[in-house]
């Protein structure tokens, strides 16, 4: 049948439309939110069940009732398809990493294993040729994070799911609340990290060049598997009794894999959480308990043997060992005696991007951190200085080429010789050497990060040196971070956040960024990669397959849960 011409009236006024009786109404309708504005949620049609009944005729008119709502704008962008994007703007798009379909339930899979690849080391030690695992769920980490590098398409990770829950048959357990219709239940974010770090155990861990120690002639069977190198730190106990002062304290040793932050209604800070949060009610434990650590200070009740009988001690934990990447759980999950049930912890805590360990480290290891500590400290607020005056000099130069050239370079050098990176040359000398060129550039950024690697080099301990893997400052960046969305323990959603400079390089830096195309898999086809700015800070958003940038100013957003 052929377009009728009919009418509408709305707020007093007619629009004269078209409406094809062999499309459904729901065409009409936009067309009608076209002419009017009134939404589709919002729109009443006098009746307008269907067509057939309806038997609309061509002059017609249709009585529409709903308020007008804001008319749809334009992109703020215009669409650009990839064959008509330049070199950069190919690069942006196509550097974004993919995220991972949800397979029913497997948010909490999906997010620790974005978060894991936050680890670029991890990806070396990967692509040993024989990863000399129990179990086959290493291999398949690798073959996902692969899969991941080659392409700019969502990954679905059948296989890597199937091999978890074949390894750890307790993330195949189906939901028995009858509300899923017998699908897979939700499981802990928190569990399904521990675990793959666990079968991680023998994966070969890397020389002292960054290379696997799986490839190396010179590897034994006495060399650090990965997770000891960059995953495990050490903590010594010690026991001391309140009641009893003369009795001899108790030390012990044990591995950790990783820092608890136990949240109480005092607890508004991660390190107050890791120290000394108090611990009313037993909190819930995963199956290996064996590996985590409560707060650092706290009571415990225990046997005396010199009184005979239970007394207090003051138990203080401290690290021996600081490893590269520091993992911490903020314990937001707990078993409530009084309902029987695991409850979230809805209490914010503020956690900061940039954690000075020192304060969980022993005497021993402070000393021995410390000089590199404090010369990492002063080399941040160098950096800062520099990106300041780059900042300065790029917004000066539209600005100065339009003005008399002289001028220009008059107050272009003024502007140099007043802010000088702290610890480089004065601003006379600055002049004199000729550094300063017209906009005031200093010199190119591998420059000064060669030079703080020569005067960092002898502060560090040699103990650390030999220590593949081990923190040698005790000065962490927050790199990844995942999150549960939901007030229900059992429930609710998984989200995975991660540092852009994860996966691209900073500007002039020479390293290879974990998410770069071809990552651990040498016959992958290379593809523009996106170099970052000095003070871009953003991040990405995992939500299962959607991935999106996320202002690092929105980070303090995540300190609930």
């Keep these: ?259 608890e932050c136990n949240i109480s209604i005092s607890t508004n800070f991660m390190l107050t959480g890791i120290m000394n949060a108090c611990r009313s009610t037993q909190s819930y434990c995963p199956p290996c308990s064996h590996l985590f650590l409560q707060s650092l200070d706290q009571k415990v009740e225990k046997r005396s043997p010199s009184l005979g009988r239970d007394a207090v001690y003051s138990q203080k934990s401290r690290l021996t060992r600081l490893p590269g990447y520091l993992v911490i759980h903020m314990v937001r999950f707990a078993w409530r005696q009084d309902i029987q049930k695991k409850a979230k912890i809805m209490r914010k805590v503020k956690f900061p991007l940039e954690f000075d360990a020192l304060d969980l480290a022993t005497d021993d290891l402070r000393e021995k951190l410390l000089p590199a500590s404090r010369k990492l400290k002063e080399i941040e607020k160098e950096r800062m200085e520099r990106r300041k005056v780059r900042k300065r000099t790029k917004n000066a130069l539209p600005s100065a080429s339009s003005g008399p050239a002289a001028t220009a370079i008059d107050v272009e050098m003024e502007d140099a010789t007043a802010v000088v990176p702290i610890g480089g040359p004065t601003s006379d000398a600055v002049v004199e050497q000729g550094k300063t060129i017209a906009g005031g550039e200093l010199e190119d950024e591998s420059v000064y990060r060669t030079k703080e690697k020569e005067e960092l080099d002898p502060l560090i301990s040699e103990d650390v040196k030999r220590d593949v893997g081990a923190s040698i400052s005790g000065l962490y960046d927050l790199v990844a971070i995942v999150t549960h969305k939901g007030p229900a323990a059992d429930a609710g959603h998984y989200i995975g956040f991660a540092k852009k400079n994860v996966f691209h390089p900073v500007k002039g830096s020479t390293l290879k960024p974990t998410g770069a195309a071809g990552a651990g898999d040498g016959t992958s086809t290379p593809v523009p990669t996106m170099e970052l700015d000095e003070d871009d800070e953003d991040w990405y958003k995992f939500d299962d397959d959607k991935v999106s940038l996320f202002p690092k100013e929105k980070l303090n957003t995540l300190d609930g849960g």
């Design 1 to 259: 049948m052929a377009p009728l011409a009919v009418h509408i009236k709305h707020a007093g006024k007619v629009h004269d439309l078209s409406l094809d009786p062999d499309l459904p109404p729901a065409v009409f309708k936009d067309a009608v939110y076209q002419a009017t504005g009134v939404p589709v949620d919002r729109m009443k049609v006098m009746d307008d069940s269907s067509w057939q009944k309806i038997g609309p005729k061509a002059g017609q008119t249709f009585m529409v009732i709903g308020a007008a709502g804001e008319l749809p704008k334009p992109p703020a962008k215009p669409i650009v398809f990839l064959e008509d994007m330049g070199d950069a703007e190919l690069a942006e798009a196509l550097a974004k990493p993919v995220g991972l379909r949800n397979l029913g339930n497997t948010c909490y899979m999906n997010a620790s294993v974005q978060a894991l690849r936050a680890i670029p080391e991890l990806q070396i030690a990967l692509t040993a040729p024989s990863l000399q695992s129990a179990t086959p769920l290493p291999a398949a980490l690798r073959d996902l994070y692969a899969s991941m590098a080659r392409t700019s398409d969502t990954v679905t990770p059948v296989a890597f799911l199937s091999t978890l829950r074949q390894v750890n048959p307790q993330f195949a357990e189906v939901d028995r609340s009858g509300k899923l219709g017998g699908a897979y239940a939700q499981q802990d974010a928190e569990e399904c990290f521990g675990q793959i770090i666990n079968t991680l155990r023998n994966v070969p861990g890397l020389d002292g060049d960054g290379s696997s120690s799986g490839t190396s002639p010179q590897a034994t069977a006495d060399t650090k598997k990965f997770v000891e190198q960059y995953l495990m730190g050490e903590m010594r106990r010690e026991l001391t009794c309140d009641e009893a002062p003369e009795e001899q304290s108790s030390v012990t040793t044990e591995n950790v894999l990783k820092i």
